[in-house]
């Protein structure tokens, strides 16, 4: 009974280096998320994807990329890492669109520092 | 803008001492509320949806209520394993939550 698996768990980058962040649920969920959690400021959403094919912003998008593989598949890519980048990324996904109600289901986090 | 307010940022409890949290929130067509309960280095793991104002949920020794401005987890006689952050998450009926930053509970034996 996987759920969400989010891989690495960890991760150390030097600036300027990229990396792709993977997630897969297993739940047949239609909606996917992308947030990072950094101490003070709570989870907050970079993109989302409502249903498969489509990808929207959410509230910190920038120097950030995903990536809608299929169905199963949510990637978060930093093409150029930053400092203010070092933080604990989670992937979530639910049946519907968080307007639906519908619970979020998130991953284990993927801790990511940048030097 | 909407905004979310928990409360208190920490709490400690002894076993046994009941308690409650508060999710505030700006009205901006409130659809619903998510909690959460986050153990450190783990992702959020869902709890409660409340649907509408005056609905309980209940679930162990946590009950979670809903108003239109605020939402309470009240904890009954908590057990060291309770301890964790607490998150809420209004839904304000776009595709997007809003999540607090949480109050941090320690139950000391």
């Known amino acids: 009974n996987a759920g969400v698996t989010q891989t690495p768990k960890f991760q150390v980058l030097k600036t300027g280096q990229s990396m792709t962040l993977q997630c897969a649920q297993d739940?047949?969920?239609?909606?996917m998320y992308w947030y990072r959690q950094d101490p003070g400021m709570g989870l907050r959403l970079i993109y989302y994807?409502?249903?498969?094919?489509?990808?929207d912003k959410g509230e910190v998008p920038n120097g950030y990329n995903v990536s809608r593989l299929n169905k199963r598949e949510f990637s978060l890519r930093l093409e150029s890492a930053a400092p203010s980048q070092t933080s604990v990324y989670f992937c979530?996904?639910?049946?519907?669109?968080?307007?639906?109600?519908?619970?979020?289901?998130f991953g284990d986090g993927t801790r990511l520092s940048i030097l | 803008e909407d905004q979310v307010t928990q409360s208190p940022e920490a709490l400690r409890l002894q076993e046994g001492e009941s308690s409650s949290l508060n999710c505030s929130y700006t009205?901006?067509?409130?659809?619903?509320l998510f909690w959460y309960r986050q153990d450190p280095g783990k992702g959020p793991e869902f709890l409660f949806t409340l649907y509408s104002a005056g609905e309980e949920k209940e679930k162990e020794r946590l009950k979670a209520t809903l108003t239109k401005k605020e939402s309470f987890l009240h904890i009954t006689a908590p057990k060291p394993e309770d301890s964790a952050t607490y998150l809420c998450?209004?839904?304000?009926?776009?595709?997007?939550?809003?999540f607090g930053t949480g109050t941090r509970l320690t139950i000391i034996p």
């Open positions: 739940m047949n969920h239609n909606s």
């Open positions: 998450a209004p839904n304000f009926g776009n595709e997007k939550l809003t």
């Open positions: 994807s409502a249903s498969e094919g489509t990808t």
């Open positions: 009205v901006s067509g409130l659809r619903g």
């Open positions: 979530a996904s639910s049946e519907a669109p968080a307007g639906g109600n519908q619970p979020q289901h």
